[in-house]
C-alpha cells in the first residue's frame, strides 16, 4: 500500500489586499446576496464569475420547496455563463454568504455538486479558474477549482 498526500494553498488575506479587479466581484457577489431565494434554509449566497472577455455573469442561490430542484448561487453563474458565453472561459469566480443579518465571519465553501460543476468549467476550457471565497474576516483565495476538489470526475472517466 502507498500513501498519497494532497496538499493545497490557500491564501487568506483582507479586502485591502486584493486587486480592484477581486475587490469588484467580491463586492458583486455580496450585491447577489440580496437576489437569493431562500424561504427555507435563510442562507443567502451570491456568485460573480468574471470571463476571459471581462464579461461579469451573476449568480444568487434559488431554493425550493422540494430541496433538490433549488439551486446553488456558483452553478447558477457558471450554468448562465456556459448557456451564454460557452466558448468564453471563466477565470475568476467570487462567492460571499449572508445570513442573520450580517456576512458570514468566515469564508463560506461551496458543497460537493458546486466543486464538481467548477472543476468541470475548469477542465472544459484548459485552464484554471481562481475562486475567491469571502469572509468577513479573511477572504480564501485558491488558484484553481482543483484546489477544492483535488480528486475529480471528468469525461475521461466515463470510458470504460
Known amino acids: 500500500m502507498k500513501e498519497i498526500v494532497i496538499k493545497t494553498n490557500i491564501r487568506s ?27 427555507y434554509s435563510k442562507f443567502h449566497v451570491g456568485a460573480a464569475a468574471k470571463l476571459d472577455n471581462g464579461v461579469i455573469i451573476r ?20 450554468f448562465a455563463a456556459g448557456a451564454v458565453y460557452p466558448d468564453i472561459p471563466v477565470n475568476t469566480l467570487a462567492i460571499a454568504c449572508f445570513t442573520e443579518g450580517h456576512f458570514t465571519e468566515n469564508p463560506g465553501a461551496p458543497c460537493g455538486s458546486c ?8 477542465h472544459r476550457y484548459g485552464k484554471p479558474m481562481k475562486v475567491i471565497l469571502y469572509g468577513e474576516k479573511e477572504i480564501y483565495i485558491f488558484d484553481s477549482a482543483a484546489s477544492l476538489l483535488p480528486v475529480g470526475f471528468f469525461s475521461e472517466d466515463l470510458e470504460g
Open 115 to 122: 466543486r464538481q460543476v467548477m472543476l468541470e468549467t475548469e
Open 59 to 78: 449568480g444568487a442561490n434559488q431554493e425550493n420547496a422540494a430541496y433538490p430542484s433549488g439551486l446553488c448561487a456558483e452553478r447558477s453563474a457558471l
Open 13 to 39: 488575506c483582507q479586502m485591502n489586499e486584493l486587486t480592484p479587479e477581486e475587490q469588484e466581484l467580491i463586492t458583486i457577489a455580496k450585491k447577489q446576496t440580496e437576489n437569493s431565494y431562500c424561504p
